[in-house]
């Protein structure tokens, strides 16, 4: 069984950074996609990021695009850098890993989920 642990995230003000980690654990995940989702207080959860198992590519939303980046350390440890933080961004966020190398931004397409960490951007 794969277990994700994300850790990293904290109260920050609004144009602070913050980088995540997600460390899995249980069996090396190569040829295993992995990304972040997240959920906003009354908000349903979306997709975020993701990186195929190469690292080769990566696919961001739209809302994202120019301020996170998603990297990949090896197999098995993934990072969310997270610029330019906007109030918006405040959300749980989740690590994720899908079996199979390419990445998707749906959510049913993920089997491993990580509890979440709490990013909290302030104004």
């Known amino acids: 069984q794969v277990q994700l642990v994300e850790s990293g995230g904290g109260l920050v003000q609004a144009g602070d950074s913050l980088r995540l980690s997600c460390v899995a654990s249980g069996r090396t995940l190569s040829g295993y996609a992995m990304g972040w989702f997240r959920q906003a207080p009354g908000k349903e959860r979306e997709f975020v990021t993701t990186?195929?198992?190469?690292?080769?590519?990566t696919n961001y939303a739209d809302s994202v695009k120019g301020r996170f980046t998603i990297s990949r350390d090896n197999a098995n440890t993934v990072y969310l850098q997270m610029n330019s933080l906007k109030p918006e961004d405040t959300a749980v966020y989740f690590c994720?890993?899908?079996?199979?190398?390419?990445?998707?931004?749906?959510?049913?397409?993920?089997?491993?989920w990580g509890q979440g960490t709490q990013v909290t951007v302030s104004t």
């Open positions: 990186i195929t198992w190469s690292g080769g590519v």
């Open positions: 994720v890993a899908r079996l199979g190398g390419g990445g998707s931004s749906i959510e049913a397409a993920y089997k491993y």
